[in-house]
């Protein structure tokens, strides 16, 4: 497999789960990224990984929890979402961990909350 | 506050036409615009990108014009193809990133 890979593609949920995005990047990069992809909005960033350090977390609420293990996975845990949390997720993968390189995305993951 | 303000909206081009998306942002420290495309179910993918230090950058049918002085960028498709028909967005980096809202392009044949 080549480029950013996320799974899975779609995702439904209750307010009341617990589920998890996936994100595994195949280009030898090391910094990851969570973004938000809201209809009408521009794409927010989420959180931002380097060398598996979480170097930004843009006053995002408590009910997403990232994960980073490595430099080529990156998961987003979630737990009691609201409805507004419907959105399109996607992962991206940069050469370097600073917001003035190339990124590289994913085809996302569309959650829907009920 | 919107960092960056992308026009417009949406834009319809002919076949063979221009198509021409502008870009605007407030703060200096910004050093790095990359334009995105993104076609329906998939992720943005890099088109292009540019750095304060030039004025134009082109790749093949894409063109980055830039004005540091006016701080706005934009992006220029010649001979426009219905391939191309896509959601266009532009982004501004440095010790930030933000992108636009978007331009959804529609090349009719």
């Known amino acids: 497999e080549t480029g950013v890979t996320q799974t899975p593609r779609h995702l439904v949920m209750g307010m009341t789960n617990k589920k998890s995005l996936k994100c595994e990047q195949h280009l030898g990069h090391n910094a990851m990224y969570w973004y938000k992809q809201s209809a009408k909005k521009p794409l927010e960033l989420m959180f931002v990984y380097n060398f598996k350090e979480q170097t930004e977390n843009n006053s995002v609420p408590s009910r997403f929890s990232p994960e980073c293990p490595n430099s080529s996975h990156l998961f987003l845990h979630l737990h009691t979402l609201q409805p507004e949390d419907s959105a399109l997720y996607l992962c991206?993968?940069?050469?370097?961990?600073?917001?003035?390189?190339?990124?590289?995305f994913g085809d996302g993951t569309r959650l829907s909350i009920l | 506050q919107q960092q960056v303000k992308q026009s417009p909206q949406s834009l319809i081009v002919q076949k063979g036409g221009i198509s021409i998306i502008n870009c605007a942002y407030e703060n200096t420290a910004f050093d790095y615009f990359p334009w995105y495309q993104q076609f329906p179910g998939k992720g943005p993918a890099l088109l292009i990108a540019i750095r304060p230090d030039v004025s134009e950058k082109k790749e093949g049918r894409f063109t980055i014009s830039f004005n540091k002085s006016a701080k706005q960028f934009s992006l220029h498709i010649m001979d426009s193809q219905p391939g191309d028909s896509a959601t266009y967005f532009c982004?501004?980096?440095?010790?930030?990133?933000?992108f636009g809202t978007g331009t959804s392009l529609t090349v009719i044949p």
């Open positions: 982004a501004a980096g440095g010790n930030q990133f933000y």
């Open positions: 991206a993968s940069s050469q370097g961990g600073v917001l003035n390189q190339p990124q590289h």
